[in-house]
């Protein structure tokens, strides 16, 4: 077999029983594979009312024809279960090396079921798979983990899948981890694998993948690697990594200042990828057979953290715990916190988000030190967020309220309408640290429809609308308009959502970095279709291919629907379509600017078909994407979606 | 990846002549893998003549044909440059992908100037070079902070 390996392995914690299903050809044209293939089981096995922590929810871990081959940035994982936080469709993906790993020993999927009596973990040494236990490392740090489970099994370069202790604890956007730093982090699945007192999956693989054209494939991954070498994009992300975004961000008004009150702050330099390379950079890593490298390893060298070393931070992994809490005088606080929310196993988008919430909540008076437990939640306190961020991990005192996710939290606080404007969520997840006041409406338009809530960056991941300055003439190559490429205007954005949305999806199904093809526009399409056909010898049209991003989307958009969530939700929080951008940074170029979400919606739906009143997929294009018992299912719930006593319903989370 | 599919047609890191081995926890890597020795310990201890210096390419190769998998210059190579194969069980090792105009693949693929490869001449001038501008480097650093 090319390309793929060609099973899944099925692991049922509460049994014991380790299943290897194959994978017919027929299953892999349609799902591809990682997204495609987690998509399709959490449809059909996770019903919509089950709660995401019930012993017989499935967490799966998916790779793609291409994962371990020398394509462009091949080692990405998707995880996906039924989200602990927005209570719908939830999946999140991670780079490194495991998913190279998973292929070479053998399986295209991992899924894991039932749920363990004691802590365990997962050794997959090739076909050979042991449930082992774990009591030694339940609640230690995924670094120090990672060493002992090497130690035990004697193997230094064995890839390690692991959760924090924040994930034990069930914290709500819990994360994963492999190869120690590289995180899956959105959507709280890392509580999902806690509840099933699974700490890792340890992998080995001996095997290799076969290419059915190897020179063919060889000769269009050449072309690809030589061109990364002079795109412009590929040098900002190596010598800065994603913080290269900061200044930019500062400039054009979009970086989140106090829970995105303001869009910058006149001292975002000194957290900028400048200053970190020239500051704290240890040196730069690249996960699987990556062009870019956009990974840091940094080692703070004074003050009061000095010594502390981690891999990363990441743009969106440093702005939550740094200017939107209101931190940005010393940045070693930034690191340092960066390197907690790691270390604990803790979503830094989520953690952020949710004590940036509470400080506002505090500054609005909506709750005082008494609800607190005696913390005063001032902007930039380094003191308080430190301590809240442990105490989330660990679930102590305020801790606790706020493990349960922004929404979750202030309907246990109390706070009524008024609490929920504040939180900047769609569906129960927190937005990431990008204001679409500035950085594009078309972001904005992905926020308020993305498939997996609070759908941030990674949905569409549209910067088409930003590639403007570096790629002259793209958006006409691909969408036939030169005019979206300016962020802030409404012209265009409703197909570049939807084009990029599908094209995203089919990336996460070959399970490729979305940086090789959605920030560096080097390997467009045609590129990904070309190599994806030599791998696996397969004749994919570039329709057939991109239908296969449409069915995925348009089956995870289905989950929602089966949860009551259409066109109601389709919302961003109101901060953005009421607040006019303020002025805070000399040059900004974005003051005054709202989100017109409401002229881009319906224009989305056109494209999408999705019906006007209730948002759900028509009956129509699910039939045309092969995905009838999907219309079947949600055929008898567009009536309840507009009965009366739905519509009274406000939803911030399922 | 390049090496193994350039190589075999496939894919795997098993049959990739070099390797870079990791520590995540601490941020270390290192590349394993033939540096080119004039005197090569591999071709010195092999009893069979299989690992031989190739003077044309300044590197020593492996003779499937002749290799009985005795591992002997997998014991002496100094930088871990021999790897064992995983079906066939003999040593193979770089052979600078011979023939290819742009030179090995993982110099030509490498994104960040980790792998590079040069005649030991210009190398040994480079070095030097790359002295002088650490040095060059470390006083403009100097003054910028400053």
Request: aromatic letters at 10%; proline letters at 5%; one cysteine or more.
């Amino acid at each position: 077999m090319y390309g793929w390996a060609g099973q899944r392995l099925r692991i049922d914690l509460s049994k014991g029983d380790i299943i290897k299903e194959p994978l017919s050809l027929e299953y892999r044209r349609k799902w591809i594979g990682g997204r495609g293939f987690n998509s399709d089981i959490i449809y059909n096995e996770v019903s919509p009312d089950m709660d995401p922590f019930d012993p017989k929810a499935r967490v799966c871990f998916g790779v793609g024809p291409l994962n371990g081959t020398a394509a462009p940035s091949t080692g990405r994982v998707t995880v996906t279960c039924k989200s602990p936080l927005t209570g719908g469709f939830g999946d999140s993906s991670m780079g490194g090396h495991w998913g190279a790993e998973v292929k070479y020993a053998g399986y295209d999927q991992i899924i894991v079921q039932g749920r363990a009596k004691k802590p365990v973990y997962i050794w997959i040494d090739d076909d050979k798979v042991e449930i082992r236990d774990a009591a030694n490392i339940w609640g230690k740090f995924p670094r120090d983990a990672d060493t002992m489970i090497k130690q035990e099994l004697k193997d230094e370069d064995i890839h390690i899948m692991l959760i924090g202790p924040a994930g034990e604890n069930l914290v709500r956007f819990a994360c994963t981890f492999n190869d120690v730093w590289r995180a899956a982090g959105r959507t709280g699945h890392g509580a999902v694998i806690g509840s099933k007192n699974l700490k890792g999956i340890a992998t080995r693989g001996s095997g290799s993948v076969k290419i059915a054209r190897p020179k063919e494939f060889f000769e269009i991954c050449n072309r690809l690697r030589q061109a990364f070498k002079n795109d412009p994009m590929k040098m900002g992300l190596y010598e800065y990594g994603s913080l290269c975004l900061i200044n930019i961000a500062n400039r054009d008004g979009w970086l989140p200042w106090k829970n995105l009150q303001y869009g910058g702050t006149p001292l975002a330099n000194n957290m900028s990828g400048e200053t970190h390379a020239k500051t704290v950079l240890k040196h730069r890593e690249g996960c699987y057979a990556c062009p870019i490298c956009c990974g840091r390893f940094t080692s703070i060298k004074d003050g009061r953290w000095a010594g502390e070393e981690f891999g990363g931070p990441e743009y969106e992994h440093a702005v939550p715990t740094g200017p939107r809490v209101g931190i940005i005088e010393d940045a070693n606080d930034i690191w340092h916190n960066a390197r907690l929310t790691n270390d604990l196993g803790m979503d830094g988008i989520e953690t952020g988000g949710v004590i940036s919430v509470a400080m506002e909540w505090y500054q609005r008076g909506l709750i005082t030190a008494k609800d607190t437990g005696g913390l005063e939640l001032e902007w930039g306190d380094e003191k308080v967020v430190d301590q809240l961020i442990q105490d989330i991990a660990y679930r102590r005192g305020f801790g606790d309220i706020l493990a349960e996710g922004g929404d979750r939290a202030s309907d246990k606080l109390g706070l009524g309408d008024k609490g929920h404007y504040y939180t900047i969520t769609t569906r129960g997840m927190t937005l990431p640290g990008d204001d679409p006041r500035g950085l594009g409406f078309g972001y904005g338009l992905s926020f308020a429809v993305g498939t997996r809530g609070g759908c941030d960056h990674l949905r569409s991941l549209c910067c088409l609308e930003l590639s403007g300055a570096l790629y002259p003439g793209l958006n006409t190559k691909i969408l036939g308009d030169e005019r979206p490429a300016k962020p802030v205007t409404t012209v265009g954005k409703p197909y570049m959502v939807y084009y990029e949305e599908n094209q995203k999806t089919v990336t996460d199904c070959l399970n490729v970095c979305c940086f090789t093809t959605h920030w560096c526009y080097t390997v467009l399409t045609q590129d990904q279709l070309d190599y994806f056909n030599a791998c696996t010898g397969m004749d994919m049209s570039i329709e057939e291919f991109l239908e296969v991003g449409e069915r995925v989307y348009n089956l995870e958009r289905a989950y929602w629907a089966r949860q009551m969530s259409g066109a109601r939700e389709d919302v961003v929080p109101e901060r953005f379509t009421k607040e006019p951008m303020p002025q805070h940074v000399d040059y900004q170029t974005n003051v005054g600017a709202t989100l017109p979400i409401n002229e881009m919606l319906p224009k989305y739906y056109k494209y999408r078909d999705y019906e006007p009143g209730t948002g759900f997929p028509s009956e129509r294009k699910l039939k045309q994407l092969g995905l009838d018992y999907v219309a079947e299912d949600i055929r008898p719930l567009r009536k309840r979606y507009m009965s009366e006593s739905e519509q009274k319903k406000k939803k911030y989370y399922y | 990846m390049g090496c193994s599919l350039y190589h075999e047609g496939e894919c795997s890191k098993l049959l990739s002549r070099i390797n870079v081995v990791r520590n995540e926890r601490y941020g270390e890597s290192f590349v394993a893998g033939c540096d080119l020795c004039t005197d090569p310990p591999c071709a010195a201890v092999c009893p069979t003549g299989a690992c031989a210096l190739d003077p044309r390419m300044g590197i020593a190769k492996i003779d499937a044909n002749k290799c009985i998998g005795c591992k002997e210059c997998l014991i002496h190579c100094p930088f871990g440059a021999i790897s064992i194969h995983p079906i066939t069980k003999k040593s193979f090792k770089c052979d600078l992908c011979e023939g290819r105009t742009d030179g090995p693949v993982c110099a030509d693929w490498c994104p960040s100037g980790a792998i590079t490869w040069m005649s030991p001449e210009i190398a040994a001038k480079a070095k030097k070079r790359h002295k002088l501008q650490e040095r060059i480097n470390a006083a403009t650093m100097a003054k910028e902070v400053s």
